[in-house]
């Protein structure tokens, strides 16, 4: 189980359960371990002295060998394409007997997490990483502070099938570079210099833009009118919208955002609690 002070980013590259994948090899044939304890400088590929990467076991397998990789998770990128076995003696990648190996391409990112936020319940922590493109806690992909909220299905899960994922526009007031929500005026906020996340125009395509100017307490905020591709026919029927900005996190339930574009994360607990427990 993935503690809640362990968090996982980029997107996977490759996650495979390899659990009792059988192939024929002749009677010459090699086992070559790999397990997370090993060590690919002083492992040699036996079960008591074991390689640590699938990467290492494969470079050194030949044709009729048989890499038995033992149970845990392996945080790597394996390219199985610089040697082959033929058909009467395959290179054989399997799990270990009754163990269940787990090929991951998520990086564990272990943050320490304080409330300096000045938002309630809401923890933030210094990100030295470099990019990445998805972030998940406890196995589940995270969402950037937005608003509105992506709400949740009976599982627990971001339903990106709501109606409700996008805010509804006003029936009048839109138009090229200007978007018009009486539900936005109701927050109070100030959203110049926010992210506007626009649903406008067509169905398949979105745009983010920086906000150039709302008041709060006003229903219109202004973007630049720079989108590659708008159909302005299609604005005044087809619009809606998420922002993204610090006061969103005000109604975020579970989720990491990036703060004012610093390398840091803040992230609100359902269940309230710090990050680190």
Known sequence: MIQRNVFLTRMFRL???LAGLTFAYTANAANRYVATTGNDMTGNGTIG???KTITKGFSVAVAGDTIQVRGGTYRETVALTSKSGSAGNPITLTSYTNE??????????TLTWT??????????ATYAGGAFEQMFVDGKPMLEARWPNVPLDTNGN?????SNVWAAVDANGNGYGTVSD????????????WRAVLSVSHQYYTWTRVITNHTAGSAIFYYPQDLSGVSLTDLEGRAGFAIQGPKALDIIRATMAGIAELPRFAF??????APNE
């Open 15 to 17: 996650m495979l359960c």
């Open 49 to 51: 002295n074991p390689y």
């Open 100 to 109: 269940t190996a787990i090929l991951s391409g998520l990086d564990v990112q």
């Open 115 to 124: 409330t300096n936020s000045g938002i309630p319940n809401v923890w933030v």
């Open 158 to 162: 971001w339903n990106f099938f709501s």
């Open 182 to 193: 009486a539900h936005l005026a109701a927050t109070g906020w100030n959203i110049t210099g």
């Open 268 to 273: 609100q607990q359902i269940q309230g609690g």
